[in-house]
Nanobody
Framework: VQLQASGGGLVQAGGSLRLSCAAS????????MGWFRQAPGKEREFVAA????????RYADSVKGRFTISRDNAKNTVYLQMNSLKPEDTGVYYC????????????????????WGQGTQVTVSS
């Protein structure tokens, strides 16, 4: 599976962005998909994830109520809608995929993901 993230950019605090992650491979619909981010000088952190086939979602506390993850299996794409952006949301955002039959707790752990996109920069100015 190859993942291509896009949609990042520069936005003022309070603004919105929608990130997209396009995946190759016919088994995309069976993957658990996640978004992580990494700010300068900090470790990569979990942002959101979505399961298959139920489409259950999980979010980091810091983004709950502001971000929404979704997927379109027909387009092999996962999205991250980010609203009410804050300067602390700044970082490189990565999409990732887990194959096999993962358990729910693995959604939060970067080392459980098998495939990663190249990242897209999100900068939120104050």
């Amino acid at each position: 599976v190859q993942l291509q993230a896009s949609g990042g950019g520069l936005v003022q605090a309070g603004g919105s962005l929608r990130l997209s992650c396009a995946a190759s491979g016919r088994t995309f619909s069976t993957y658990f998909m996640g978004w992580f981010r990494q700010a300068p000088g900090k470790e990569r952190e979990f942002v959101a994830a979505i399961t298959w086939p139920s489409g259950s979602t999980r979010y980091a506390d810091s983004v709950k109520g502001r971000f929404t993850i979704s997927r379109d299996n027909a387009k092999n794409t996962v999205y991250l809608q980010m609203n009410s952006l804050k300067p602390e949301d700044t970082g490189v955002y990565y999409c990732a995929a887990q194959s096999g039959n993962p358990i729910m707790s693995s959604l939060y752990l970067a080392n459980k993901y098998d495939y990663w996109g190249q990242g897209t920069q999100v900068t939120v100015s104050s």
